[in-house]
């Protein structure tokens, strides 16, 4: 079974400030996913990665296989930023995602 | 936006009794994923599908079955729901690549 953490639970930064969430999984994996619930709100996927590095905008993703480990970072944070960010974990093929139990984040103008 | 509804949205019940829950896409994805998610424990898998009649248990499925009669519908079935079960369901659908699709979820409170 993978065991997913993440850090930090909760973070509370600066509107502008440059956010770094951390992912460690256990098992090796087929990709990697970072999730966004807003409160209250469903959920929506940002990355899925197996290798490398991807960028939608402000938001970059990086994962190191050999050291299982993922990165979610924010730059120019700003408030509409303020949300759960979840990690989770895919095995092979159809496998559903292990979680990890997500960062807090509160970006304050 | 991924065309997965989740029916109903809400729902009150008394322990011992049966509730369905329903996943429907539009998308004609082959896998097709139910969740909960608690508070501390964050979201778990219960049952996964990977094709019409073709399930699989998770992390979580005692207590819970499923059915997939059409590639477009998922059931969750609590036959007999305990106040354990009380939580927020999330269904989700998977397209060829992975990458997952999560419906606006289900609240379930077992009284």
């Known amino acids: 079974k993978n065991e997913v953490e993440q850090s930090p639970q909760n973070l509370t930064a600066q509107e502008g400030e440059f956010i770094t969430i951390n992912c460690s999984y256990s098992?090796?994996?087929?990709?990697l996913h970072w999730l966004q619930q807003h409160p209250g709100g469903g959920i929506v996927s940002l990355f899925m990665?197996?290798?490398g590095k991807k960028k939608h905008g402000r938001l970059i993703a990086t994962i190191n296989i050999q050291e299982k480990h993922s990165s979610l970072h924010i730059t120019a944070s700003h408030p509409r930023d303020s949300a759960v960010y979840i990690c989770?974990?895919?095995?092979?093929?159809?496998?559903?995602?292990?979680f990890g139990k997500g960062t807090h984040l509160i970006i304050q103008p | 936006d991924a065309g997965i509804t989740q029916s109903p949205r809400h729902k009150v019940t008394e322990t011992g009794t049966p509730v369905t829950l329903r996943c429907h896409q539009t998308?004609?994805?082959?896998?097709m994923y139910w969740y909960r998610q608690d508070p501390g424990h964050g979201l778990r898998l219960i049952h996964y599908?990977?094709?019409?009649?073709?399930?699989d248990k998770g992390e979580v499925s005692d207590g819970y079955s499923v059915s997939r009669s059409k590639t477009e519908d998922f059931l969750l079935t609590l036959e007999s729901a305990t106040s354990s079960q009380t939580s927020v369901y999330f269904c989700?659908?998977?397209?060829?690549?992975?990458?997952?699709?999560f419906g606006p979820g289900t609240r379930l409170t077992v009284t």
């Open positions: 989770a974990a895919q095995g092979g093929g159809a496998d559903g995602l292990t």
């Open positions: 098992v090796g994996i087929s990709a």
């Open positions: 990665l197996s290798s």
């Open positions: 998308e004609n994805h082959r896998y």
């Open positions: 599908s990977y094709g019409v009649k073709d399930t």
């Open positions: 989700a659908i998977a397209d060829r690549f992975g990458e997952q699709y």
